[in-house]
Every structure is written in structure tokens, then in C-alpha cells.
């Protein structure tokens, strides 16, 4: 019994160490937002970005968002980690949805 016990504290305490060390993201409202990108991650058209009020936004492109520089269309693989950025969100249920995304450098 102590055995079974020991593992179960084991793969408890692994798996909180796991979750713990993923990226945390915030929801906010619907809105405009400057801030600075994080982390990108390509192969799920996906970026962090953490706004002026150090809360990070975790966003997934979809056909929908526009993404640009200098008033131009660009690709995805234009962001990079450390540019500024001003996006606009929508707030759903399922989190938020990026409307657009502006290359601010």
C-alpha cells in the first residue's frame, strides 16, 4: 500500500513541476494592445506577447488575422522574439482572437 502511495506522490509531484514550467497567458478585453513578442511558434501560428501591463497574451493566427509592417501584408514568418508589436483582440470564449497584429519595428 505505501508503494502505491509513493508513486502516486511521485507522478503528482512531476506532473505539477510540468504544468508549472508551460507558458501562462492572460485574457483580456476586446481592445488594442502594445506590448513586446515573447515567444513564436511556428508550426501552430502562434505567438506570446506581453503588453504594457505585464500581462502576456497567447494568440493563434487564424484566415482571418491581418498581419503587418509597415502598412504592407507580411508573412508569419516575419515575427521574431523582442519586436514590437500593436494588437488587436477579440475576446471569445475560448480566449482571444487576434484581428490583427502590426509590426511596430
Known amino acids: 500500500m505505501n508503494n502505491k502511495i509513493l508513486k502516486s506522490v511521485a507522478f503528482l509531484s512531476v506532473f505539477l513541476f510540468m504544468v508549472s514550467c ?48 509597415d502598412g504592407n501584408t507580411v508573412e508569419f514568418s516575419e515575427l521574431e522574439k523582442g519586436q514590437k508589436v500593436e494588437v488587436k483582440v477579440e475576446k471569445t470564449e475560448k480566449g482571444l ?9
Open 22 to 69: 508551460g507558458e501562462s497567458s492572460d485574457v483580456v478585453e476586446s481592445g488594442t494592445y502594445q506590448g513586446t513578442i515573447e515567444e513564436v511558434e511556428p508550426s501552430k501560428d502562434e505567438i506570446y506577447v506581453k503588453i504594457d501591463d505585464n500581462k502576456t497574451l497567447e494568440l493563434y493566427f487564424n484566415d482571418n488575422t491581418q498581419l503587418t509592417r
Open 97 to 105: 482572437d487576434p484581428i490583427s497584429v502590426k509590426i511596430m519595428e
